[in-house]
């Protein structure tokens, strides 16, 4: 059974292990469908329209397999690595070892936003930018610029206590559990995390960075919390929503998979803690 971590407690062999399944992904080819499937799903996904990625009860849902898609792509490249997560409310300075050179390298260079050490760098010649936004082939990151601070314990706790877990209109104006950890109302948690990190994170192109799976991974584990919080709160809405996944209605791009069979991530995986 995959077992998840906090990226903080990897061992030195656990953060290889990830780094060269993931560049291995790269070489292949199958990394850049992940991101062009996440790119697709943002440029569609509309408040007032379709919307099934994002700004939308299937946020979560979605995303949670969209990581399990990746995961086990990983998992066919090396069969010991899980997906690491990152609580940035506790990891939250440029210090932390999430963005040392020996797991995803750091910020990027203040002229261009180049990222210039570790893995994933440009000069290490291993990744190549080829799903982008704009000419700019090169990894970018602008760590703590465009907004000052990452999320705290304290205002992820204020959204894990919202006992609903999504309203009408179900979009992007939505208040409940759903739309305060994606970010689009409230003290703004997902969203922020995409902003804070900067360059590549902050367009729909993010899967271009490594960390996009680490927050997601997070945000994932924050609904599992919020589950157990609230037993008795479901996956709303639960039929006949036009433009919105109904609870067991299934889940483009996949066509063959509902929320209701998402619920429950211990089919699928655990955490550390
Ligand atoms: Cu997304």
Not at 180 to 206: F, I, K
């Amino acid at each position: 059974m995959t077992v998840r971590k906090n990226q903080a407690t990897l061992t030195t062999d656990e953060k290889k292990r990830f780094v060269d399944a993931v560049l291995e992904l790269k070489r292949s080819g199958r990394y850049d469908e992940f991101v062009s499937t996440h790119n697709e799903f943002i440029m569609s996904d509309t408040d007032t329209g379709e919307r099934t990625g994002h700004r939308s009860p299937s946020f979560l849902p979605w995303h949670r397999r969209f990581l399990l898609d990746f995961e086990q792509a990983l998992q066919s490249v090396d069969s010991s690595v899980a997906l690491p997560y990152w609580d940035w409310s506790a990891d939250r300075t440029l210090r932390a070892g999430l963005w040392a050179p020996d797991f995803l390298g750091g910020t990027g260079r203040s002229t261009d936003g180049r990222v210039m050490d570790g893995p994933f760098a440009a000069s290490a010649g291993n990744w190549p930018i080829s799903i982008r936004v704009d000419g700019r082939t090169f990894l970018r990151r602008s760590l703590g610029t465009a907004v000052r601070a990452l999320p705290t314990a304290a205002e992820v706790e204020s959204v894990l206590s919202m006992a609903t877990y999504d309203m009408a209109p179900y979009n992007s104006a939505s208040d409940g559990f759903r739309n305060n950890l994606e970010g689009w109302r409230g003290v703004n948690l997902h969203n922020r995390v995409h902003v804070w990190v900067g360059g590549h994170m902050a367009t729909g192109a993010s899967p271009n960075d490594p960390v996009f799976w680490l927050h997601h991974a997070y945000v994932d584990k924050l609904w599992a919390q919020w589950q157990r919080r609230h037993p008795d709160a479901g996956y709303v809405p639960t039929g006949g929503t036009p433009d919105v996944v109904d609870l067991n209605e299934t889940m483009k791009p996949w066509n063959d998979v509902r929320p209701a069979d998402l619920l429950d991530h211990t089919k699928f995986y655990t955490f550390d803690s």
